[in-house]
């Protein structure tokens, strides 16, 4: 519980500060120069920059760029003084001091200077300059002398924003790679990179918007990934850094963390290691998608990208919330320019930990004849063993080629032993489950780019993969379960066995031309095939006690079953522009043939399908743009779906696939806009998605009790989602409001006891938050989130609210101590239950570092309330769940660290 206040009280806190912090930032404190450049024949010149350099060392450098017309419009505070420069390659610059006291027009006329545009007498460097899709900053301009990192140098730059966590934002856009010397910096992670480059070795940052990492595609392929281009001084383009963390803490917890970097124009070294108790994850699922070329490359492959966030291994680095957890974890990332054309690379990740959980849930089983209330708790014994290693290749020969391979490797071996206690109106029962899973992955990638003319550029990649998983699962009880479902035999303990293997085989590969008819116009084609050969088996049979087996195959149980797919594509796409408008039509006819063989039994199918997508890009200018997208998908039902045999999936659950499924087919429509303004502070964007399920695979369920059978079909009534968010954040002197709120609606349709209904989801979810960045002066981020939930299952409603207050403060003291402390409340309501719960988390850290010593001292609490669990709420298509998840307990730990 919280100490002294209610959730009330606090909110009423959060809004009066909130007010007092509106009110006593004056509005009119900005000053607006604003006026046009142009050069002596008064033609406008775009792109100019407009620096302003306060005189006063507690304010802001202040920037702008001129439009298309050449106008521009520079916000300064009022009553202070600046030196504003104007500056464009090839003219002369020119600079004038200004106080600022109120609105006045600025009118600019430059005059050529032909000198500075001889390579030979260029000397001048401007504090910015903007070409196109490219800022270049002189960080000499902005440095002031007492910077450390890469972090603190960032934050003088106009228009670039880096939070507590070390993402980095340029002009309201996310970066989203970091390179050096314009390979990429490691995984090409942008917290890496701010908080260890050293500020002294730079020399220049690039901002690289729409980046592609091969340099002829950027125009051809669509990207909207930003990049951060570090420059190097000449003496500094070899350094080694990193940190080494030991810590120990009462009831014996302790923490070995060290992170160590080389870092040279021909080789990166990286080394990270982890050994702890507390529940620290040194290696999160962000890094693992940084080390598998980012998200953004992920998304090209959604396919691979959903298989991917389900992975095993995915799903552990994901787990936060344990009741005991012990981490060894090492990673190792080695990349080496063997010349000027050819970089070899390479990582290599060991993990093995130990996690012990437990929940509570509250199951409300959804039924329009007889609804019932389930108890359930699950804990597990979790043992999970990975070992990933990855080869890449990168060959460059100049820019009109290049060449890309990887290979991949996974290894992992998991246990869990967990028991499960059920309370229901059917029976109560304590089930003991024991599982293990032996996988083995292999992935070979090449990717070929090379430009055939001036008009014609073509690309290959290809893919193949290999997947072997062994899972046993096993369930002990004192009871029977699912009577009528299974073919028990009596016996003092029931012990049920399941074995499964898996095997598949998949290649994929695809070519495409790109054609530059004109500036305006361009014609791509494209031919693939994407094949998989995949083979599943799976027995189930009891154990008795007796030594005999009862195998469930005399009742349909146990499948043998091979599944190849393949299909063949070949894709049209016409790229033109209008003004300041970019279309892309595209067409691609697909032919899928496939066919499957269960023991005897054989089934095989072809079709065509033809999917359209369209894509229309709205660029108002650099920072206001506007974007639409609409596809056709189809997709194909895996090889568990398909396998037509009964199979045990849990303790209450049987399943039976259908071989004469085939695709999916739905349409999806997004359109997002976003706009960013320097001069106002303000960024604001807003997108909205439509889903609309044409065929959708739908499970059929027999629900008896909590025991359930269910098969899966082709479903043709039409489906719907529809979800729409929106962020607004607007920067007042040293105060940031954000403003964001989301909606979502879904509607789906159940098949359950042989009744087909309609069910109806809602949610809403709104947070309001400041934050303010001061120099001097302890910095605080205090919000409050709502959100509301509503479902609907058999007309009748199910709602679920949840009210959440959180404050963060750092506070730099004394030079040389470092407070930070985080707080949340959340008030947790079950309406339709009437359960209402509070719970309040709290961390806070005292470090010590004297300046230029590389040693520091902290004390580091974690949960402070000592908090036991955490509430949540989940729903499917007969199923509401309250859940209590228990999480770890009150940790102190103190740490000594060596950071070079």
Sequence with gaps: MIIGYGFFDLFKRFLLILIFLTCNLNFSQTVLVFGKVTDATK????????????????????????????SYKL????????????????????????????????????????????????????????????????VDSFKTGEERKLREVLKKLPGVEVDRAGNVTVQGKKVTKVLVEDKTFFTGDSKLAVNNIPADAVDKVEILDNYNEVAMLKNLQDSEDMAMNIKLKEDKKKFAFGDVELGAGIKERYLIHP??????????????????????????????????????????????????????????????????????????????????????????????????????????????????????????????????????????????????????????????????????????????????????????????SRKL?????????????????????????????????????????????????????????????????????????????????????????????????????????????????????????YKFQIGITTFKPMLYAHFYNWNTKQFEERFSNRKALLLPKFTTKVEFNNSEKLNFRYQLNARFPSINRLANNFMLSSFNSVFRGNTTLENQLYHTVSLSYYKFSLFRGMNFNVSTNFNKRIKTLKAVTQLQGIEQFSTQILFDLHEHNWSISSRLSKKIKKVKFNLSARFGYSDFYQILNEQTNLNISKTISSTLSFETSFKNHPNIEVGYTKDFNNYRSFGEPNKFEND?????????????????????????????????????????????????????????????????????????????????????????????????
């Design 259 to 448: 992170n160590l970097f080389y870092y040279s124009p021909k080789t990166n070294v990286n080394f990270i290691g982890d050994l702890n108790n507390q529940g620290i994850k040194s290696f999160t699922f962000r890094d693992y998608l940084d080390f598998e070329g980012g998200f953004g490359k992920l998304l090209n492959d959604v396919g691979g990208y959903i298989n991917l966030l389900n992975s095993d291994f995915a799903q552990y680095l994901n787990d936060q919330d344990f009741t005991a957890n012990t981490n060894q974890f090492g990673a190792l990332n080695i990349r080496h320019a063997i010349s000027n054309k050819t970089d070899i690379g390479g990582y290599i990740i060991a993990s093995s930990s130990k996690t012990e959980t437990q929940n509570n849930t509250l199951n409300e089983y959804l039924s329009s004849s007889e609804p019932f209330i389930e108890e359930r708790t699950t804990a597990n014994k979790v043992n999970n063993f990975f070992t990933i290693g990855k080869l890449t290749v990168d060959y460059s020969p100049d820019f009109n080629e290049d060449l890309s391979y990887n290979s991949f490797v996974k290894v992992s071996n998991n246990g869990v032993d967990g028991l499960i206690t059920t309370i229901n109106p059917s029976q109560n029962n304590s089930i003991n489950t024991i599982s293990s899973i032996k996988g083995l992955n292999l992935k070979q990638n090449v990717s070929y």
């Design 75 to 138: 916000g300064l505070e009022k009553g202070q003084s600046y030196k504003i420069t104007v500056s464009y390659l090839g003219y002369k610059s020119q600079t004038i001091d200004l106080t600022a006291t109120e609105d006045v027009v600025k009118n600019f006329v430059l005059v050529d200077n032909p000198d500075q545009l001889d390579e030979v007498t260029l000397n001048y460097t401007p504090p910015v300059s903007v070409k196109k899709d490219t800022i270049t900053y002189n």
């Design 453 to 573: 003319s001036k008009a014609h550029t073509a690309t290959l990649e290809a893919t193949y993969s290999f997947q072997n998983d062994r899972p046993i699962t096993q369930w002990l009880t004192n009871q029977q379960i699912l009577q009528g479902l299974i073919p028990l035999e009596d016996d003092t303990i029931y012990n049920i066995l399941q074995t499964k293997r898996s095997n598949s085989h998949s290649a994929n590969a695809i070519v495409k031309d790109y054609w530059v008819l004109n500036n305006f116009n361009h014609l791509y084609t494209a031919f693939g095939c994407n094949i998989a050969f995949t083979d599943f088996e799976n027995q189930d049979l009891q154990q008795l006690t007796n030594g005999d087996t009862n195998n469930f195959s005399t009742a349909g149980f146990g499948n043998d079953f091979g599944y190849n797919f393949i299909d063949t594509f070949i894709g049209l796409e």
């Design 804 to 900: 959440r207050f959180f404050m963060f403060l750092e506070y730099n003291f004394l030079r040389d101590f470092i407070f930070k402390a985080y707080y949340s409340y959340d008030a947790y309501a079950n309406k339709s239950q009437n359960i209402n719960n509070t719970f309040d988390t709290a961390n806070a850290s005292l470090f010590y570092q004297v300046e230029d010593s590389p040693w520091g001292f902290e004390i580091n609490a974690t949960n402070l309330f000592n908090v036991g669990f955490k509430q949540q709420n989940a729903f499917n298509s007969f199923l509401i769940s309250d859940s209590r998840t228990f999480i770890l307990p009150r940790i102190v730990m103190f740490k000594l660290a060596y950071k070079f």
């Design 43 to 70: 033609r406008p010149l775009n792109y100019t920059n407009i620096l302003a350099i306060p005189e006063a060392s507690d304010q802001e450098v202040r920037f702008a760029v001129t439009e298309n017309d050449g």
